[in-house]
T-cell receptor, first 115, second 115 residues
């Protein structure tokens, strides 16, 4: 399977705990995006990497959220001190490049439930 | 601010009939336009995109979309619906000329095709 993969697919945690999600993009895709989707809404942009550089962060990404892409391949998204409002589907997408080539392909998502 | 509107939360159509899922947008400049489909508990699957040229774009699974610049619309269409087309459809835009490529999504339209 050469698509975008995400792990875990589901995560249940208690409020105040830390969680970490992983995303493996399509091989050789240099761009990687994180989005958050809540029930009844479209995905909302969180952050973007080009290779290992984090080039943009949304205001949705509070200081409890951190993302890394250390070698320009897989990425991790960590949420510290989780809150019930963090419950959502976290989607990762990757693309080959910008402009006309910019088509983002999404992974299956990680569904987070904070109790 | 960029925004995407999908005025219908739900569209219901009988199998074999044509379907239309509406999308309008408001962005600064000329956008790239996308349609994605989401099946339950899955990530988003790319259907088609408009970059330039012919206003009628053909995509996967027999879907097509019509770009109308004057009406700032990008409606998704299919001549003959299938029950298997039942899913959640998202319209999205990105900004032409931007190096960042983030997508702005609508809220989604739930398509139900009944036998």
């Amino acid at each position: 399977d050469t698509g975008v993969s995400q792990d875990p697919r589901h995560k249940i945690t208690k409020r105040g705990q830390n969680v970490t999600f992983r995303c493996d993009p399509i091989s050789e895709h240099n761009r990687l995006y994180w989005y958050r989707q809540t029930l009844g809404q479209g995905p909302e942009f969180l952050t973007y990497f080009q290779n290992e550089a984090q080039l943009e962060k949304s205001r949705l990404l509070s200081d409890r959220f951190s993302a890394e892409r250390p070698k320009g391949s897989f990425s991790t998204l960590e949420i510290q001190r989780t809150e019930q409002g963090d419950s959502a589907m976290y989607l990762c997408a990757s693309s080959r490049g910008g402009g006309r080539e910019e088509t983002q392909y999404f992974g299956p998502g990680t569904r987070l439930l904070v109790l | 601010a960029q925004s995407v509107a999908q005025p219908e939360d739900q569209v219901n159509v009988a199998e074999g009939n044509p379907l239309t899922v509406k999308c309008t947008y408001s962005v600064s400049g000329n956008p790239y336009l996308f349609w994605y489909v989401q099946y339950p508990n899955r990530g988003l699957q790319f259907l088609l995109k408009y970059i330039t040229g012919d206003n009628l774009v053909k995509g996967s699974y027999g879907f097509e979309a019509e770009f109308n610049k004057s009406q700032t619309s990008f409606h998704l269409k299919k001549p003959s619906a299938l029950v298997s087309d039942s899913a959640l459809y998202f319209c999205a835009v990105s900004l032409r000329g931007s190096t960042l490529g983030r997508l702005y999504f609508g809220r989604g339209t739930q398509l139900t095709v009944w036998p």
